[in-house]
Nanobody, 123 residues
Framework: VQLVESGGGLVQAGGSLRLSCAAS????????MAWLRQAPGKEREFVAA????????YYADSVKGQFTISRDNAKNTVYLQMNSLKPEDTAVYYC?????????????????WGQGTQVVVSS
């Protein structure tokens, strides 16, 4: 079982990044997938999630209209498109998954985790 994130990096404020999370060893199509992030000195926080059954998307208020979560079941990959990035979006971004219908905003409710990818937004 493995989740591997990629796509992080350094970007100027106002720029965009697309994160990817590739899954292996799992029945990906039945996984509810999420992105969470952790800034230095802060707790891990929910960013976005996608319900496996109907691709309903859920977002934290802080990223609504700015980030978009999507998935490609043929590639066993979930994405996070991040636009209009701000310095406060700087964090390590993690993808996570669970075999439950509904997403959760709680990190503790996710079973599978990637290693994280660093995003730094400079002002």
């Amino acid at each position: 079982v493995q989740l591997v994130e990629s796509g992080g990096g350094l970007v100027q404020a106002g720029g965009s990044l697309r994160l990817s999370c590739a899954a292996s060893g799992l029945t990906f199509s039945y996984l509810t997938m999420a992105w969470l992030r952790q800034a230095p000195g802060k707790e891990r926080e929910f960013v976005a999630a996608l319900r496996w059954s109907d691709n309903s998307a859920y977002y934290a208020d802080s990223v609504k209209g700015q980030f978009t979560i999507s998935r490609d079941n043929a590639k066993n990959t979930v994405y996070l498109q991040m636009n209009s990035l701000k310095p406060e979006d700087t964090a390590v971004y993690y993808c996570a998954g669970r075999y439950r219908l509904d997403p959760s905003s709680s990190a503790s409710q996710y079973t599978y985790w990637g290693q994280g990818t660093q995003v730094v937004v400079s002002s």
